[in-house]
């Protein structure tokens, strides 16, 4: 890949989905999209660069982007914001939404779906505090491929292995050829939507909790700036935003202040 090429694909990444690619990433974009230039046919790079430059359609660009997002993520990740989420989010919003009893929660980004599935699940295990409540949950991703397997809800036998309780799978999947399913159930509670997080989100309304895990390191520090200003006027004041366990608000937004529950902290808007 020649340099002028490089450049213009990082260029064409951080515009099409905010993924900021310094040099250190030749490597990786190039191994990366390699692979969509063959699954085309193109015969060289170059023309895959000028089909790209010159000719780009929508189904190009979600290739692309496709290619250069990494969908890594699991059942229950790191743990600790779901059992916070159990012992002491949920607890408090049931006190404080009974009177209204409606829950709506955004698990942004949420690649292939397990976070989703897990929020829904420790949800649903909750029915003695949350039957009856209007419960909508939002998944989003940019990518249509892991939007696609969320919407199916199968997964293999070694992706549950990864964090699912077997509790939980017992109760929530049924056993099929290729793996696990979930039930019906679990997957009625929630939508999947594709949706870019640069896009604006002013009309999806006020959420009681917006998870945001594990996309914001793709991003330069103004965009995550831009990014979480806007989702702090889309969070209920009583409600709580979630990042990954090794990110932080702090250096990059004071809209939020932050709420700690032992190891696992969370933020409210001010
Ligand atoms: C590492 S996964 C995180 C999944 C899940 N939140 C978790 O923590 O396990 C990152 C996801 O962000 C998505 N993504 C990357 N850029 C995005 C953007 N601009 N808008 C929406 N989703 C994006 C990718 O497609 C990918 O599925």
Aim: proline share 2%; aromatic share 14%; net charge positive.
């Amino acid at each position: 890949m020649q340099q002028e090429e490089f450049l213009f694909f990082c260029d064409f990444i951080k515009k099409k989905a905010g993924i900021h690619l310094d040099n250190s990433k030749e490597y990786l974009v190039q191994a990366r999209l390699d692979d969509v230039s063959k699954s085309l046919g193109c015969p060289t790079f170059t023309d895959f660069y000028r089909r790209v430059k010159f000719n780009s359609t929508p189904d190009l660009t979600d290739k692309i982007i496709e290619a250069m997002t990494t969908p890594e993520t699991c059942f229950f990740r790191d743990t600790s914001p779901f059992d916070a989420l159990k012992n002491h989010l949920l607890p408090e919003l049931f006190e404080k939404k009974k009177d209204i009893k409606s829950l709506r929660i955004w698990s942004a980004a949420s690649s292939t779906g397990q976070e989703a599935y897990s929020i829904a699940m420790t949800l649903r295990d909750m029915q003695d505090m949350f039957g009856g409540w209007y419960i909508h949950i939002m998944s989003t991703d940019i990518s249509n491929r892991v939007l696609k397997i969320a919407r199916s809800g199968k997964y293999s036998q070694f992706e549950v292995s990864r964090g699912m309780p077997v509790n939980l799978l017992s109760k929530y999947f049924q056993k099929t050829d290729g793996g696990w399913a979930v039930d019906d159930k679990i997957k009625r509670m929630v939508e999947f939507r594709k949706f870019n997080l640069f896009d604006t989100f002013v009309n999806f309304g006020t959420f009681d909790l917006i998870f945001c895990r594990n996309v914001l390191i793709y991003f330069t520090t103004a965009d995550k700036k831009n990014i979480l200003d806007r989702m702090a006027s889309n969070l209920d004041k009583r409600g709580h935003l979630i990042l990954g366990s090794t990110e932080t608000i702090f250096g990059i937004t004071d809209k939020y202040t932050k709420k700690s529950y032992g190891r696992f902290a969370s933020y409210q808007i001010k």
